[in-house]
């Protein structure tokens, strides 16, 4: 087997990975933010985190320290243009609710919103914000408070049926990718 050697962007081998939309700020207040996010992970589950490689230059990081509140929004491939969008635009320059004409519901239990239309969702709650890791992003370390998932799309023992629900991934830049088939590890 020969091995291509990967310089420059090797982040890209560990995707694909999912596009989530985060959206940020209370339910009802001024300060609210939305971007795409791939860099977003389960930290524990004892308590439950999850945690957010963030960019320090981003509007909604600068919401987010003010209103501690976001939802991780799980979309499909319908969504990826709306993913693109808030995602290469700045809530600095554009009001992309407005713009877009992105609609949120009032999340359940952590005060803040979620995207009408996504599969699924987390709502999370800052637990501590680290800064000076990296130049470019902090580490947002999250409680998770609640979580949601289409009933029709989501087996309670496996999780995303990702198949039929087509899970977004980010492959890089305008590329996305859509999940084929489960496949079952050997007992
Ligand atoms: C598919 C995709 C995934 C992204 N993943 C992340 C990420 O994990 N972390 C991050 O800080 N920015 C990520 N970005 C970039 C932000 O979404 C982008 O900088 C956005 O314009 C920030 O918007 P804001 O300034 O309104 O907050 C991603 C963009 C795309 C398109």
């Known amino acids: 087997m020969e091995y291509e050697r990967v310089t420059g962007k090797r982040y890209r081998v560990l995707h694909p990975r999912p596009a989530y939309v985060l959206i940020v700020g209370k339910w009802g207040g001024d300060d609210r933010g939305i971007m795409a996010a791939s860099w977003v992970m389960p930290l524990s589950e004892e308590p439950e985190r999850l945690v957010v490689a963030w960019d320090k230059e981003t509007h909604s ?58 599969l699924g969702w987390v709502e999370a709650r800052v637990f501590r914000i680290v800064e000076d890791l990296a130049e470019d992003v902090d580490l947002v370390i999250a409680d998770v408070v609640d979580a949601y998932a289409r009933r029709d799309l ?7 049926r990702a198949s039929k629900a087509g899970i977004l991934l980010h492959a890089s830049g ?14």
Request: no cysteine; charged share 25%.
């Open 61 to 118: 990081l600068s919401i987010l320290r003010k209103t501690g509140v976001f939802t991780v929004n799980v979309v499909g491939p319908e969504l990826t243009d709306l993913v693109w969008r808030v995602g290469s635009v700045s809530g600095w320059e554009v009001d992309k609710f407005r713009e877009y004409g992105i609609e949120v519901e009032q999340a359940r239990s952590n005060g803040g919103m979620v995207l009408k239309g996504a």
């Open 154 to 160: 989501y087996d309670p023992r496996y999780g995303w």
């Open 174 to 187: 305008r590329a996305f990718f859509t999940p084929g088939r489960m496949v079952f590890a050997e007992k």
